[in-house]
């Protein structure tokens, strides 16, 4: 199956500052989305980006699907901004049936100080 | 519109007992999906239901089973639960496969 990698495991930053998250995949896919996850367990949407490049206020994200990768970048990060951070690949369907899951990568744990 | 809604939220349990686990997808969406998360295996997917048909499982043991009622609304069912059970589920829905999920608040099981 498709293989998730994101990077870096781990960022701490100081408030104010911008990251780049990244997400790495093995194969084709017809899906990409980067989710934040919430104190409370809750994926929330933030992009859904097979391809081509999005933009949400400080939040945007380029995915480059024909070197298999995406990239989250926060700006002008706030402490609201902590948390895991998730990116999910759905694989291109084989003929004749689906196959369609979300595989998902390990995340990268934010954390934004005051 | 309504999201995705996960009933119950928590839910805590003895091994051996069953368990099972409801989702209502948002409103037109006809694929459902469960996923597990834990600590040690991030998340995982359990299986993916399109029109009251499974169409797809993960690598879960025969104990994890789902279905899919007319109105998209599925349910998630555990047997003879184990210690290792004990983990954060998922459901996502989405208008049809390969697009967009958007998941529900989770339903959080402890098994003890």
């Known amino acids: 199956g498709i293989q998730v990698e994101q990077s870096p495991p781990d960022l701490i930053l100081q408030e104010g500052a911008n990251s780049t998250l990244r997400c790495n995949f093995s194969d084709s896919v017809n899906n990409l989305q980067w989710f934040h996850q919430n104190p409370w367990g809750q994926l929330i949407n933030l992009f859904y980006?097979?391809?081509g490049t999005k933009q949400n206020g400080r939040l945007s994200a380029t995915t480059v699907a024909t070197e298999r990768y995406s990239l989250l970048y926060i700006s002008s990060s706030q402490t609201t901004d902590s948390g895991v951070y998730f990116c999910a690949v759905g694989g291109a369907s084989n003929s004749g049936g689906s196959n369609y899951k979300l595989t998902f990568g390990k995340g990268t744990l934010l954390t934004v100080n005051p | 519109k309504a999201g995705v809604t996960q009933t119950p939220r928590y839910l805590i349990k003895t091994r051996g007992q069953q368990v099972t686990l409801s989702c209502s997808p948002i409103s037109g969406h006809r694929s459902v999906s469960w996923y597990q998360q834990t600590p040690g295996q991030g998340l995982q997917f359990l299986f993916e239901y399109f029109s009251e048909t499974q169409r797809n499982k993960g690598n879960f043991p025969g104990r994890f089973s789902g279905r899919q009622f007319s109105n998209s609304r599925s349910e998630m069912n555990v047997s003879t639960l184990e210690l290792g059970d004990s983990a954060l589920y998922l459901c996502?829905?989405?208008?049809?496969?390969?697009?967009?999920?958007?998941f529900g608040q989770g339903t959080r099981l402890t098994v003890v």
């Open positions: 980006i097979p391809s």
């Open positions: 996502a829905s989405s208008l049809w496969d390969r697009l967009e999920a958007f």
